[in-house]
């Protein structure tokens, strides 16, 4: 499935061989591939944080709405969509 087709209901999660860790020494998170390593900023280690194979989209929305209350209505929704769209298209990820 490309990126346009993410929906609310997709699962997403990271490519086989590629994992998150944090990175105690940058004080951030990592995204770890077999050729190298991306670094996150925060945002971004928090929504592939919620990607467990499992939830789909609108829940990874909700779980963090649930840990970042003070966030303006709507805005992490927009962010979370944004963000998985560019991590399909990098090829971070992948979307059932």
Known sequence: MSATDLRGTSVCHLRPGW?????EHQQRHVLLYPE????LNASA???LGQLDGRRDVDAVIRALEA????A?????????????????????IHHD
């Open 45 to 47: 280690g928090a929504i």
């Open 19 to 23: 994992r998150l860790q944090w990175e």
């Open 72 to 92: 303006p209505a709507g805005a992490i929704a927009v962010d979370v969509h944004a963000f998985l769209i560019e991590a399909v298209q990098q090829g971070w």
């Open 36 to 39: 190298g390593m991306v670094q």
């Open 67 to 70: 840990d970042y209350p003070e």
